[in-house]
């Protein structure tokens, strides 16, 4: 059949798309896609015999447009993207658009605080009931809610990291008030079902991310409040010890992704099991010199030795989330044979 603009579905509009983009541009896009959707889209393109260059333009237009929209949003949130194409496409056609946009992006709460300073963030909430900074530690970056975390006074701040490990749903009305006493039009929208935010994930994350001195005060203070959760929290936890659980391929690239500096600071008050593990997956040479550099450098600041182990473990995250490298975690689940 020739595919006809008017009344097109969503898959439609996206197979015509993909018609017009060619082959080698629609493989790229298929890379992206999962198996459900690359099946389906192909079913669709398999039943559309001709794109005309009309609906071809007008497809292209329309995706163009949604694009342009995207890219808005993801600079300064819906409100933002409206105001932009209010003035460029008018009220009505841009109400269209963001309207198309957010029933599918299903934007999260609080999605304008995640693009704002996190010192910003603080002074607006650190005066807030702890299950509402609990709430939205748990919708921001982790990176963020790890800064806000450790500003936070030491008394609040496991009794915080306790209610986000806690948390499971919350009623859109409940998200709604927060963001309207926090005087933020953060989302507009929330949908009808019930939010899904903190979690042992989400503090795992944000405890990963804060400085070694917060950790270790949540996390004892956490084993005193409630043992099993705290050590559900620190089995899904990667922390400087822990290299030790490296392989020695990913402990050998760890060495070489960190900073020498980094590697003399942190191996200053370690363990020896970490000293020898460390030292086993380096040359003779940059072995022998780092112990004598070591030997020489005297006297120092715990806090530059806890930042520089900070910066190794955020070394291996990140070779991690790239497939560099694998850690195993508690259980059986990432058990490498």
Same mark, same amino acid.
């Given at each position: 059949?020739?595919?006809?603009?008017?009344?097109?579905?969503? $898959?439609?509009?996206?197979?015509?798309?993909?018609?017009?983009?060619?082959?080698?541009?629609?493989?790229?896009?298929?890379? +992206?896609?999962?198996?459900?959707?690359?099946?389906?889209?192909?079913?669709?393109?398999?039943?559309?015999?001709?794109?005309?260059?009309?609906? $071809?333009?007008?497809?292209?237009?329309?995706? +163009?447009?949604?694009?342009?929209?995207?890219?808005?949003?993801?600079?300064?949130?819906?409100?933002?993207?409206?105001?932009?194409?209010?003035?460029?496409?008018?009220?009505?056609?841009?109400? $269209?658009?963001?309207?198309?946009?957010?029933?599918?992006?299903?934007? $999260?709460?609080?999605?304008?605080?995640?693009?704002?300073?996190?010192?910003?963030?603080?002074?607006?909430?650190?005066?807030? +009931?702890?299950?509402?900074?609990?709430?939205?530690?748990?919708?921001?970056?982790?990176?963020?809610?790890?800064?806000?975390?450790?500003?936070?006074?030491?008394?609040?701040?496991?009794?915080?990291?306790?209610?986000?490990?806690?948390?499971?749903?919350?009623?859109?009305?409940?998200?709604?008030?927060?963001? +309207?006493?926090?005087?933020?039009?953060?989302?507009?929208?929330?949908?009808?079902?019930?939010?899904?935010?903190?979690?042992?994930?989400?503090?795992?994350?944000?405890?990963?991310?804060?400085?070694?001195?917060?950790?270790?005060?949540?996390?004892?203070?956490?084993?005193?409040?409630?043992?099993?959760?705290?050590?559900?929290?620190k089995k899904r936890m990667f922390v400087f010890e822990d290299i030790v659980t490296l392989d020695n391929r990913a402990i050998q690239r760890v060495i070489r992704d960190t900073e020498n500096e980094d590697l003399m600071l942190s191996l200053k008050v370690a363990s020896d099991e970490v000293k020898e593990t460390l030292f086993n997956n380096m040359s003779n040479r940059m072995a022998e010199t780092m112990k004598e550099e070591i030997e020489i450098m005297g006297p120092?600041?715990?806090?530059?030795?806890?930042?520089?182990?900070?910066?190794?473990?955020?070394?291996?995250?990140?070779?991690?989330?790239?497939?560099?490298?694998?850690?195993?975690?508690?259980?059986?689940?990432?058990?490498?044979?």
């Amino acid at each position: 059949m020739t595919a006809q603009k008017k009344d097109l579905s969503g $898959k439609q509009k996206a197979a015509a798309l993909l018609i017009s983009l060619g082959p080698d541009v629609s493989a790229e896009v298929y890379k +992206h896609l999962t198996e459900e959707e690359i099946e389906q889209l192909t079913l669709e393109i398999s039943s559309v015999k001709k794109v005309d260059s009309e609906q $071809k333009d007008d497809i292209m237009d329309e995706f +163009h447009q949604i694009a342009v929209a995207q890219d808005y949003i993801a600079q300064g949130g819906i409100n933002y993207a409206k105001t932009v194409l209010e003035k460029a496409l008018g009220d009505d056609k841009a109400g $269209k658009i963001i309207d198309r946009l957010t029933t599918s992006l299903q934007v $999260k709460p609080f999605d304008f605080a995640r693009k704002a300073d996190a010192g910003q963030i603080y002074n607006f909430i650190q005066n807030e +009931h702890p299950q509402t900074i609990a709430l939205v530690l748990s919708y921001l970056d982790a990176e963020q809610s790890s800064q806000i975390l450790s500003n936070l006074p030491e008394e609040s701040q496991s009794d915080i990291a306790r209610r986000i490990a806690v948390m499971q749903s919350t009623s859109p009305e409940i998200v709604n008030e927060v963001e +309207h006493l926090l005087e933020k039009k953060l989302s507009t929208t929330v949908t009808d079902d019930y939010a899904e935010a903190g979690g042992i994930e989400s503090i795992v994350n944000i405890l990963n991310s804060v400085d070694r001195t917060t950790e270790r005060t949540i996390l004892d203070d956490l084993e005193v409040q409630d043992p099993e959760l705290a050590e559900d929290i620190k089995k899904r936890m990667f922390v400087f010890e822990d290299i030790v659980t490296l392989d020695n391929r990913a402990i050998q690239r760890v060495i070489r992704d960190t900073e020498n500096e980094d590697l003399m600071l942190s191996l200053k008050v370690a363990s020896d099991e970490v000293k020898e593990t460390l030292f086993n997956n380096m040359s003779n040479r940059m072995a022998e010199t780092m112990k004598e550099e070591i030997e020489i450098m005297g006297p120092v600041r715990l806090k530059d030795v806890e930042e520089a182990q900070t910066r190794i473990v955020g070394t291996i995250r990140r070779l991690e989330e790239m497939g560099e490298i694998v850690i195993a975690r508690g259980g059986g689940d990432d058990i490498i044979v």
